[in-house]
């Protein structure tokens, strides 16, 4: 009683770095210098680090905008606090574009279904809406293309209270690759765009097209803005990229991961050689074994390919997890540390001791990338601020 449950909670517990994170908005701002605006992309619970806990600590640092995908997302970002920029970056429905628009939550557009929408909301609240058109330039999901851009030039000319305020677009191949030739490519196709709005006499206050990869890779992608996600979270988008970015610089050390992931021992039982451990007795001991249970599982985002492959961190040391991942509760093997004992931390992801344990380095055993890991830890678990 009086306990507030994040207080309680240490079964499963998500830590958010608030030194770590400050360092890499402080680190991609000296990289795109002072005239370049930063939107924090905070998407997906700000990739798993959660809304509140990064809005707390970026709000004071001087944010162009919070990216979210949704009005869903925006709605449980600002929790009622009408002063967060907000850029939404995916489709916003008819029906919720009202509710936007009354916010000035700027959105970005690229169906003329949605200019004709805005164009009677404005006209009937009398007040503007602020939009971002996203250009197609090769990615093939969001955008509009080139041949259609002068119909929605025209339609937005009549539109008065339609403001183009900003104009993007989304690179297809720059984390996958060490070859940057599309998205030289699709620099040059928005390039071309751009020049269409010029010779239409429109000038565009925030042109923006570079995510993580884009930002730390290539000034000429910086434009007005970038749109920063992963790399503000201390991970780096992909091999591809670091690998990229060490060809022209020295300097490794320059992302400091945010988010650590803990929980702790809730049983250990001597298991003896022959016996099976967990569901589809997949592991069988080969020696008398000290097996440690660990209350968290493939709903908490500790994704069932990792079954009889992770390790975690218990008393600095690695402990490999035997057996599969269930729902909320996985196995470790920790025969080799002896001192472990019920309610010993565990580290999933983050450092103890000498030893790390890396967002990519389970991205690499399960098979994906470390944006899906860290965005998927269950958005239910308490997020903790640490120094
Ligand atoms: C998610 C997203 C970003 C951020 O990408 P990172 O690689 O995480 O930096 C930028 N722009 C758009 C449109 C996005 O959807």
Redesign the pocket.
């Known amino acids: 009683m009086g306990l507030r449950f994040d207080q309680l909670s240490r079964e499963s517990r998500v830590e958010i770095s608030r030194s770590a994170l400050i360092h890499n908005l402080r680190t991609i701002r000296a990289i795109v210098g002072e005239k370049v605006d930063i939107s924090a ?1 905070v ?1 997906a619970c700000a ?1 798993g680090h959660g809304y509140g806990q990064v809005v707390e600590i970026l709000k004071p640092e001087g944010i162009r905008f919070f ?1 979210v ?1 949704s009005i869903d997302e925006a709605a449980a970002l600002v929790q009622g606090d009408s002063s967060l920029p907000i850029l939404i ?2 489709y916003v429905p008819f029906e919720h574009l009202e509710y936007a628009v009354e916010r000035d939550w700027r959105l ?1 557009v690229f169906n003329m279904e949605t200019v004709g929408k805005l164009a009677e909301i404005t006209r009937r609240l009398n007040r503007n809406a602020y939009v971002h058109l996203k250009l197609e330039t090769g990615t093939n999901r969001q955008g509009i293309r080139q041949s259609d851009l002068q119909g929605f030039i025209s339609v937005l000319e009549k539109s008065r209270n339609v403001i183009i305020e900003g104009v ?1 677009m ?1 690179f297809a191949n720059i ?1 996958d690759t060490t070859d940057h030739s599309f998205a030289k490519m699709q620099l040059d196709c928005f390039a071309n765009m751009l020049n269409i709005f010029e010779n239409a006499g429109i000038t565009i206050p925030i042109r923006h097209t570079a ?3 884009a ?1 730390l890779l290539f000034k000429s992608t910086h434009f007005d803005m970038i ?6 979270y201390g991970l780096w ?1 992909s091999k591809e990229t670091y690998l990229s970015y060490l060809l022209s610089n020295p300097d490794n050390s320059l992302l400091r991961p945010v988010l650590s992931w803990k929980s702790i021992v809730s049983q250990i039982k001597d298991v003896p050689a022959g016996e099976y451990i967990g569901y589809g007795c997949t592991y069988r001991t080969t020696t008398d074994s000290r097996i440690a249970v660990i209350p968290v599982g493939y709903f908490d985002g500790y994704d069932r390919k990792l079954s009889n492959l992770a390790h975690v961190l218990i008393r600095g040391k690695r402990a490999p997890v035997r057996g599969r991942v269930c729902m909320d509760i996985f196995m470790v093997d920790v025969t080799h540390i002896p001192d472990a004992i019920l309610e010993d931390e565990v580290v999933m992801i983050g450092e103890q001791g000498h030893e790390k344990i890396s967002a990519d380095q389970l991205a690499d055993w399960v098979g994906t990338i470390n ?1 899906e890991i860290v965005s998927r830890i269950n958005p239910l678990l308490p997020r903790v601020i640490v120094e």
């Open positions: 992309v998407k990739y990216g995908h970056l995916g970005t993007s989304h984390e995510s993580s990869a930002s749109r920063f996600g992963i790399s503000l988008p944006y």
